[in-house]
């Protein structure tokens, strides 16, 4: 997911430890099971993300929701028996995703709010909650089917529509991030992605983000300083990951990294980017480097994807652990 850079200095940011760049050395990370040893072979959790208190979020085995903090596993009071996809989670442990029947709720220590309570569900076949802030406002889309999906936001209970890609000749429309400020992002896309717009709504106003020379965007996380991260495709049709600051209109390329298939970033200003032959950890300061190496005593057979980071440095993901069961893991930085 073997990056050829075609600068010098950004090779010499990716170096692990590089004093001609004047870089002080890398920090390097511990890799934890994520397991049960009641389980076997089978996964213990299959991680989505994680807070800043440690909390991890994700789907144990038999598709029951959990949460793992400190070794403990956890089951979520109210959902017993009910598969659950739990997409985030924010730092007083509220949780969206996508409940069994396939519709997005809420779930706040034991109370549960889904869509269809808040508006008539019959047009959508499903609906899916991807970020939940510290107010419980939580964002996602409703779909009529896989190529046709309006982007919705829940604020005090209310469900709205988020209408800006209205007349453009998108069918898929999705809310993907809001953040402690109320900022959101999302995208739009034409069904075979030859058109790709992202949107953001920077204090009550919404709004596409262009930028020249870029024909396609897709903006894929925000933390709270009202940073942006995600990928776009150039006018060469190159693919690369971007960071824009909406305060300071500060747009980075962060590099060609091809084909990426998960991106985020925390409040620290760190991006961790699964890329399409290598997966990546980002700073400002240091650049673009890749993660695995950084990674000590990892006897891992493979890391397959590398899921959410919180401000401590944490990363969670899901791999195939050294006698090749696959598990999820929790990176901790020394």
């Known amino acids: 997911m073997k990056i050829k850079l075609l600068h010098l200095i950004t090779a010499c940011l990716i170096l692990v430890v590089s004093t001609a760049c004047g870089i002080e050395k890398n920090r390097t990370y511990t890799i934890t099971e994520i397991g049960n040893e009641s389980l076997g072979a089978l996964p213990g959790i299959r991680p989505r993300t994680l807070n800043n208190n440690g909390t991890i979020i994700g789907l144990n085995y038999g598709l029951q929701p959990s949460t793992y903090q400190n070794g403990i596993f956890s089951e979520l009071p109210g959902l017993e028996g009910m598969a659950f996809s739990g997409l985030d989670i924010n730092e007083e442990g509220a949780i969206v995703g996508e409940n ?6 809420l779930y706040n220590h034991g109370a549960i709010t889904t869509v269809s309570d808040l508006i008539d569900i019959s047009p959508y076949t499903h609906s899916y909650a991807f970020s939940v802030n510290s107010s419980l406002d939580f964002v996602g889309s409703l779909e009529r089917d896989f190529y046709d999906t309006d982007a919705f936001v829940v604020e005090n209970n209310n469900l709205s529509l988020i209408t800006i890609c209205e007349g453009l000749p998108m069918q ?12 959101i992002i999302g995208y739009c896309v034409e069904n075979q992605f030859s058109m790709a717009k992202s949107f953001v709504r920077y204090e009550g106003v919404y709004s596409l983000l262009d930028f020249p020379g870029i024909e396609r ?4 996380k925000i ?9 776009f495709v150039n006018e060469s049709a190159e693919f690369h990951g971007f960071s824009y600051n909406l305060n300071t209109k500060k747009f980075t390329d962060i590099g060609n990294i091809g084909m990426i298939s998960f991106i985020d970033i925390n409040n620290v200003g760190e991006v961790i980017i699964m890329g399409e032959t290598d997966d990546y950890i980002y700073t400002e300061a240091k650049g673009l480097r890749s993660l695995h190496p950084a990674i000590e005593a990892n006897d891992w057979q493979a890391l397959w994807e590398f899921t959410g980071i919180n401000d401590r440095g944490e990363i969670v993901g899901y791999g195939a652990n050294k006698d090749g069961n696959p598990k999820g893991f929790l990176l901790t930085p020394k």
């Open 100 to 105: 069994l029947f396939g519709h997005a709720l």
């Open 172 to 183: 898929q429309v999705l809310a993907v991030d809001i953040n402690d400020n109320g900022t």
């Open 217 to 220: 965007i897709v903006a894929t």
């Open 223 to 231: 933390n709270d300083n009202d940073t942006v991260v995600g990928t």
